[in-house]
């Protein structure tokens, strides 16, 4: 049986407290409100020549600064069929049917998503770590899982593996 080595990381300090809303049933939306999101982070492959995966710090510190892009703003979709998302002098107006909401542009973060669920919040993150690790450390996981939890006992996880 061959081995398979996988690292964790999950700290306090890997959370974002964001405010979104998402589409529902095509012609449901949401009132807007926020969560006190936490992120964990999963990689697997084979031991290094230092006899690890994945170095714990490295792995924290690209998490954490993912999770930053994301605390204390207004996460939207760019990608949704129903909520219309334009930039306008500094602020950026949000539409779905006869509902409008304004933000001021630095509160936002655009996101390259359908709708701002838990699923595609940690699809979106795993995609964005999958690259870093590339470009900053030239790794590659056999396996990458992202979850994001947006209240205890309430996440959802993507897995990307080879």
């Known amino acids: 049986m061959k081995e398979r080595f ?5 700290k306090d300090h890997l959370t974002f407290c964001s405010g979104h809303f998402i589409t529902y049933e ?5 009132r807007l ?3 006190n999101y936490r992120v964990a982070v999963e990689v697997e492959g084979p031991l290094d020549e230092n006899r690890y995966v994945f170095d714990f710090i490295a792995l924290k510190n690209l998490t954490q600064s993912l999770t930053d892009e994301l605390d204390h703003r207004m ?3 760019l990608e949704s069929p129903y909520i219309l998302v334009a930039q306008t002098g500094g602020q950026i107006e949000v539409r779905f049917e006869e509902r409008m909401w304004s933000f001021p542009e630095g509160d936002c973060v655009l996101l390259p998503v359908a709708n701002t669920t838990a699923e595609l919040l940690a699809a979106h993150l795993a995609r ?7 470009e900053k450390h030239d790794f590659e996981p056999d396996r990458l899982s992202v979850e994001v939890e947006e209240s ?8 990307f593996g080879r």
């Open 33 to 35: 409100h926020g969560h």
């Open 75 to 77: 996460m939207l979709p």
């Open 128 to 134: 964005r770590l999958q690259q870093l690790l590339k």
């Open 6 to 10: 996988q690292v964790r990381v999950t």
């Open 152 to 159: 205890p006992g309430q996440s959802a996880r993507c897995t």
């Open 26 to 30: 095509g012609s449901c939306c949401e």
